[in-house]
């Protein structure tokens, strides 16, 4: 199935938002002091943002169901990515069951992730 084209979303400047996600990431280190901590509470706010991502993407592609987690981070690397990042991914390092992949970006180093299956995070 070919991909459908991607709404037209406004645009946040890419400055702001690295000096957004620096000022959170200098005030975690104050709060927590603890490196650990600060990293657990940026997973929990990056699964959260994650989550409301793929609603809010889903909402306004209207993108159907997704037969499999192959064909979902297809979907992912090829029409969410750009319509909140201006930036396309790849698929790769498949796991032997299919369960976790990665999406990179050539773009931005930030955006390589790993996504698995079963636990739903990323």
């Known amino acids: 199935m ?16 690295t000096l957004t996600y620096g000022s959170v990431v200098r ?6 002091e603890d490196l650990d901590e ?6 929990k706010m990056g ?18 169901r997704c037969s ?3 064909e979902a981070a297809e979907v992912i690397a090829k029409q969410a990515l750009p ?11 498949w796991s032997a069951d299919g369960a976790e992949c990665s ?9 390589r992730c790993s996504c698995t299956a079963a636990s739903g995070q990323g």
């Open 83 to 93: 319509m909140f990042l201006n930036v396309n991914a790849n698929v790769t390092n």
């Open 68 to 70: 499999s987690f192959r």
């Open 47 to 64: 699964y959260n943002i994650g989550v409301r991502l793929i609603d809010e993407f889903l909402a306004k592609a209207k993108q159907g």
């Open 103 to 111: 999406l990179v970006s050539v773009c931005w180093a930030f955006i």
């Open 2 to 17: 070919p991909p459908r084209p991607v709404p037209q979303l406004e645009q946040i400047n890419a400055e702001i938002f």
């Open 38 to 43: 600060v990293n657990k509470q940026l997973e």
């Open 27 to 32: 005030q975690l280190i104050a709060d927590f």
